[in-house]
């Protein structure tokens, strides 16, 4: 790393909150993808986690930095996305490539990436991290970073963020984010003066074991058991989470738990009815769930799975300090089904925001478009066309 420019840069991080509406602060934004602080200069591209995982050779596309700032040494911040047909951000696309150290041709050709870089930390051998947020970005802007793969998002002030986070939902974006005009770019800190204001919420995960699976998911996971690491840097319960999984996910899922297997928990109390019939293991893994609220007893409430993220370590999968923010709450719209009721697509809306839903014995997947309904059922072998409508709408 320390030919192509000398020192790490830990990226700053956002506090969860609804957006600031007073003068003095920008919006942009928020990208459903991974954090990835990019170093480059003549040597070429070098692409960090946000816990400083070298992951350069996982997305060659970004070498497009190089030809973009003419060789010229920079350290960039922005996120990774991957795309779906339409052009949006997809997690589950994305997952596709997180976990390949070296994708064939046909992997970055099937799930293309983009990356959005929203603020430079340092230019040639001036650094940059000091200056506030307006003068950042304006150096952002004058470097005119478009490309095939590399972009630079737009970013509002002197707006009403209600609207901002409103083209967010028409989008189908994951929310905005608040960064105060006036803040230095304070490394490794997660500073009020960023505020992220995300449609759903989601939460950092440290997986401790799991529950086989029975019925048609006998010889795979069943559910896992998920903890949180709270202030004192223990771990603790929080719940299980047993939606969301698509079948190759399961099986990805069990050949990554088990060569971490172990006979007993980790946790230093877990409940009885929630430890029978776990297969323990050691706490490494690390994933991110979707969930409606926290419990009074501290155990996530309708978790759904979107993916592992090893671009998060255990420690960082913090219990919320406070309570939740509330997010608009959505509806459904109507719906279609299958004359046996087992197979359910909801049309839901939240604000502005329309997606849809599917559901199906007890497994749930949110935030689709037509397209990624299509494949759902297609897969399991369901025709949309011959399903029924159903126009009742409800609360989700």
């Not at 991957?82 to 997952?95: E, K, M, T, V």
């Not at 997010?327 to 719906?335: F, L, M, S, Y």
Request: charged share 25%; hydrophobic share 40%.
């Amino acid at each position: 790393m320390t030919d192509v420019l000398p020192g790490l840069i830990a990226p700053m991080l956002a506090t969860l909150g609804p957006a600031p509406r007073a003068p003095g602060w920008a919006y942009e934004y928020k990208w459903d993808g991974v954090r990835a602080v990019t170093y480059t200069g003549p040597a070429g591209v070098h692409v960090l986690s946000r816990n400083d995982r070298d992951v350069t050779a996982s997305y060659p596309e970004l070498g497009e930095l190089t030809g973009l700032l003419g060789g010229r040494p920079a350290v960039l911040d922005g996120e990774i996305v991957a795309l779906d047909p339409a052009g949006r951000p997809s997690f589950a696309q994305l997952q596709r490539r997180m976990h390949v150290a070296a994708p064939a041709a046909s992997l970055v050709a099937a799930v293309p990436v983009a990356y959005h870089v929203f603020d430079v930390l340092r230019l040639d051998d001036e650094p940059l991290l000091a200056l506030p947020y307006t003068a950042r970005r304006a150096r952002l802007d004058e470097l005119a970073l478009t490309g095939d793969v590399v972009r630079t998002p737009p970013h509002f002030t002197g707006v009403d963020p209600a609207e901002v986070l409103a083209t967010a939902g028409r989008r189908g974006l994951e929310g905005i984010v608040a960064k105060r005009l006036a803040s230095p770019y304070r490394p490794g800190r997660r500073s009020p003066d960023w505020v992220k204001t995300p449609f759903n919420r989601t939460q950092e995960v440290v997986i401790v074991g799991y529950k086989p699976g029975e019925g048609r998911r006998a010889g795979t996971i069943g559910s896992l058991v998920l903890a949180v690491t709270d202030p004192d840097g223990s771990l603790s319960f929080a719940g299980g989470v047993g939606t969301g999984f698509t079948g190759a996910a399961l099986a990805a899922l069990q050949r990554q738990l088990a060569p971490w297997a172990r006979s007993t928990p980790t946790l230093r109390t877990i409940p009885r009815e929630h430890a029978r019939g776990v297969r323990w293991v050691e706490p490494v893994l690390v994933g991110e769930v979707n969930y409606r609220t926290w419990t009074p007893d501290g155990r996530l409430r309708h978790a759904s799975w979107r993916g592992l993220r090893p671009d998060r370590t255990p420690d960082e999968a913090r219990r919320p300090a406070g309570p939740d923010p509330a997010p608009p709450r959505a509806t459904v719209q109507g719906g279609m089904q299958t004359p046996d009721g087992r197979w359910r697509v909801d049309i839901m809306r939240r604000g502005d925001a329309q997606w849809y839903r599917v559901r199906h014995e007890g497994n749930e997947f949110d935030w689709l478009d037509l397209a990624d309904v299509e494949r759902v059922l297609a897969g399991a072998g369901v025709d949309l066309s011959k399903l029924q409508p159903d126009a009742r709408a409800e609360p989700a």
